[in-house]
T-cell receptor, first 112, second 113 residues
């Protein structure tokens, strides 16, 4: 059973806002939701983390509804350099919180 | 500040040869350590994680093993590589109290021919 579900790919244009949603129906009470960005041939890079409601930092916002069964990463005014794969990550209920398993990720392509 | 070192960056090995990839973390104590593998164009597969010296948890049965001889050193090994072992190998760490926030190394691109 997949821990997280995301769209496989998304397309956008420079200057637009991009929202990527992740489903995590089995999220545990103590789990945080964390998003990563990965460029080709590089390790994923932490973007943002939240537990509930809304979190904002200098690069993104994270929206989490009250039931916490999904989350939405919002990237304001994307540029070509935001073309990457985005992963959401939650803790693993079945095997313990330290077994951090990523989903398939969302491949974002930003066009000029 | 904390840093993670992973080497080599690129490796080409023949089928049946041994493998040793090393990862070290600086600037923190008692981290959780992870090995992930990523096939071309695919997602991240968790291979091993460790919560302390000598403590290794294997996530997927395979031709690989891991060891943690020191607190901040994590080694991925194989006695005989298979073609299917090719991929991008990533080491990562986090602190016990901030479980989902991982910091990744730069990765090793392994090609088994």
């Amino acid at each position: 059973l997949a821990k997280t579900t995301q769209p496989i790919s998304m397309d956008s244009y420079e200057g637009q806002e991009v929202n990527i949603t992740c489903s995590h129906n089995n999220i545990a009470t103590n789990d945080y939701i964390t998003w990563y960005q990965q460029f080709p041939s590089q390790g994923p890079r932490f973007i943002i983390q939240g537990y509930k409601t809304k979190v904002t930092n200098e690069v993104a916002s994270l929206f989490i509804p009250a039931d916490r069964k999904s989350s939405t990463l919002s990237l304001p005014r994307v540029s070509l350099s935001d073309t990457a794969v985005y992963y959401c990550l939650v803790g693993d209920m079945d095997t313990g919180r330290r077994a951090l398993t990523f989903g398939s990720g969302t491949r974002l392509q930003v066009q000029p | 500040s904390q840093t993670i070192h992973q080497w080599p960056a690129t490796l080409v090995q023949p089928v049946g040869s041994p493998l040793s990839l090393e990862c070290t973390v600086e600037g923190t104590s008692n981290p959780n350590l992870y090995w992930y593998r990523q096939a071309a164009g695919r997602g991240l597969q968790l291979l091993f994680y460790s919560v302390g010296i000598g403590q290794i948890s294997s996530e997927v049965p395979q031709n690989l093993s891991a060891s943690r001889p020191q607190d901040r050193q994590f080694i991925l090994s194989s006695k005989k590589l298979l073609l299917s072992d090719s991929g991008f190998y990533l080491c990562a760490w986090n602190i016990q109290a901030d479980n989902e926030k991982l910091f990744f190394g730069s990765g090793t691109q392994l090609s088994v021919l």
